[in-house]
């Protein structure tokens, strides 16, 4: 789903993601089927040019392999991600005709990890970090040129002064500090898309507000689009809205839900999404919001073995026996869509009788 399809830098069609489990020792393996989890079960996502989504769920839910799988670092094991129309893997596989190779590709589809110290090298100083992509994308560009597109760039996410803080190891920085130069090290490949995978998690609550409008200010100068994995409501609706951009809702490896952020926050459409602000308290409050959660079950189901039909019927107050029997879709064409029956008034689930809680235990 897309408010604009025509230019989209990444397009996922019906990706799916399956991963084998392991464990259980050798005994197990041999006289066992091997379990496995449909991370990211059949989902289409359009990523316009300057664009903005946010992805929201559950720890478990798939978000973060959606958003390794959009941006090339995870194979998908059905469906397609396609950059400008190119299929990233067949560029990877030479396969077919190539009309973008995999090198340019990698470049242009960059990651911010939830932890930065994890991702910097700490024996090299940030101007050294900052240099590599210009060193191997921008092989003319001299020494001196170099050092002064890093300084200025380091000033403009307030580094300052930046002739310091580029002689400084990562070890000498902040958190907040290590994730500026972590983004500003990915921007610096000039990327079309940034997956900024819990990018501002780590970070105390003062700090990110301040990091995610240095995200804004830093997209507007690069022209680059963000797909942000987050846990957090708040931070996916501040980031979302600031740019105009969507939430997206995820639900054991589906996308439940996907609009314009104030949208979504306002109407939520799907009840997982309404769980979602419910639980998350520093959302405005809405009149005669119920005291208990709108949820029938607090525990997530198992991923190996999930429900059938509708994935969230086990825990959804709403859920009628249609739900268990069929899986919603997303309506095409729709700017706010959710994969719920309850969206279609001619829908049969309107006649179809409610689960009893011993539909629950059959």
């Known amino acids: 789903m897309s408010s604009d399809t025509s230019d989209a830098v990444v397009s996922l069609e019906d990706t799916e993601v399956t991963f084998t489990k392991g464990g259980g020792g050798v005994l197990k393996s041999l006289f066992s089927e091997p379990e496995t989890v449909s991370a990211v079960d059949g989902v289409s996502l359009d990523i316009p040019e300057n664009d ?21 670092l995870q194979r998908p094991t059905g469906g397609s991600v396609n950059y400008r129309g190119q299929n990233i893997w067949d560029a990877n596989d030479g396969k077919g005709d190539i009309d973008i190779p995999f090198k340019e590709i990698r470049r242009s589809l960059q990651i911010v990890h939830q932890d930065p110290s994890s991702s910097l090298n700490p024996n090299r100083k940030v101007k050294a970090i900052m240099a590599a992509p210009l060193k ?16 200025q760039l380091l000033e403009r996410m307030g580094m300052t002064p930046p002739q310091d803080y580029a002689e400084r190891y990562p070890h000498q920085l902040s958190g907040g500090e290590q994730q500026r130069v972590a983004l500003g090290r990915a921007l610096l490949m000039n990327p079309d898309l940034i997956l900024a995978d819990e990018a501002v998690s780590a970070l105390d609550v003062s700090l990110r507000v301040e990091m995610m409008d240095l995200m ?28 105009d951009g969507r939430i997206g809702v ?46 029938r079950d607090i525990d997530i189901p198992d991923p190996v073995n999930p429900p059938s039909g509708c994935r969230f019927h086990t825990r959804c107050p709403e859920a009628r026996e249609v739900c268990r ?34 539909a629950f235990s059959d």
């Open 52 to 72: 903005v989504v946010a992805l929201v769920g559950e720890s478990g839910c798939g978000k973060t392999t959606l958003g390794k799988t959009a941006v090339g």
């Open 136 to 151: 191997k994308w921008q092989a003319n560009m001299d020494q001196d040129d170099r050092l002064n597109r890093i300084l």
């Open 216 to 243: 804004l200010e830093l997209q507007d100068l690069f022209n680059t689009s963000y797909l942000f994995v987050s846990h957090n409501l708040s931070n996916a609706r501040y980031l979302a809205q600031q740019s």
């Open 250 to 295: 995820m639900y054991l490896g589906h996308l439940v839900e996907i609009g314009p952020a104030e949208e979504v926050i306002k109407n939520p459409k799907h009840p997982y999404t309404k769980v979602l602000k419910w639980a998350t308290p520093d959302l405005e409050a809405t009149p005669g919001k119920a005291e208990s959660p709108p949820v």
């Open 325 to 358: 029997e069929e899986c919603p879709q997303l309506r095409e064409g729709e700017e706010h869509s959710a994969a719920c029956f309850r969206e279609d008034p001619d829908h049969e689930y309107w006649d179809s009788p409610e689960l009893t809680e011993e």
